[in-house]
């Protein structure tokens, strides 16, 4: 089955500078998909940043970015620059090649302070 | 920008009633998902639903559980008789495709039931 693991519950961090939200997840498929979505304060759940297991280039959307090691099975967020508008819980989630089923993390909640 | 939307915000029922959640999907998407997150536990995938029937379920949605498309805008969620522990945050959410596809979530509905 697959698992996905946050191990750290709050990590704060200061207007401007960077910080990396851990993920480890386990799976036994080959292909699969990786995501980090981002739950703003009493706001939808959105879509931050994806990445498809068969592809070895971490992806990259403006101030975020992903270490995928598929090896180690880790899969960690770079925020750079970070803005008080970062604030939220971050999840990360996995799914099959085959299905929509996302498998969640416990979530890291983010606190950006000026 | 489009948004899904749910109703009601809260709900409270009583243990043995039946409880209906209501969710807008986006308006060109054709997948439809629930999941749901039980206070301080990881979100849990629940049922995904395309082309007006179920494409997967977890152990979770067991013959409780219902959901329908009753009339192309709405996506239902149905609990017949509810229990203690279906005490939890339910999100719809919507998508144009799988796999890689982003899911769009909805702000959820809490369900209490006493």
């Known amino acids: 089955a697959q698992t996905v693991t946050q191990s750290q519950p709050e990590m704060s961090v200061q207007e401007a500078e960077t910080v990396t939200l851990s993920c480890t997840y386990d799976t036994s498929e080959n292909n699969y998909y990786l995501f980090w979505y981002k739950q703003p304060p009493s706001r939808q759940m959105i879509l931050v940043i994806r990445?498809?297991?068969?592809?070895?280039q971490n992806a990259t959307e403006n101030r975020f970015s992903v270490n995928f090691q598929k090896a180690a099975k880790s899969f960690s967020l770079k925020i750079s620059d970070s803005q008080l508008g970062d604030t939220a819980m971050y999840f990360c989630a996995s799914s099959k090649y085959n299905t929509d089923k996302l498998i969640f993390g416990t979530g890291t909640r983010l606190q950006v302070f000026p | 920008e489009p948004e899904v939307t749910q109703t009601p915000s809260h709900q409270v029922t009583q243990m043995g009633q039946e409880v209906i959640l209501r969710c807008v999907p986006i308006?060109?998407?054709?997948?439809f998902y629930w999941y749901r997150q039980i206070l301080g536990q990881k979100v849990e995938f629940l049922v995904s639903?395309?082309?007006?029937?179920?494409?997967?379920k977890s152990e979770i949605f067991d013959d409780q559980f219902s959901v329908e498309r009753p009339d192309g805008s709405n996506f239902t969620l149905k609990i017949r008789s509810t229990k203690l522990e279906d005490s939890a945050m339910y999100f719809c959410a919507s998508s144009t495709g799988t796999g890689a596809y982003e899911q769009y979530f909805g702000p959820g509905t809490r369900l209490t039931v006493t």
């Open positions: 990445q498809e297991a068969y592809k070895q």
């Open positions: 308006s060109n998407h054709l997948y």
């Open positions: 639903f395309y082309n007006n029937e179920i494409s997967e």
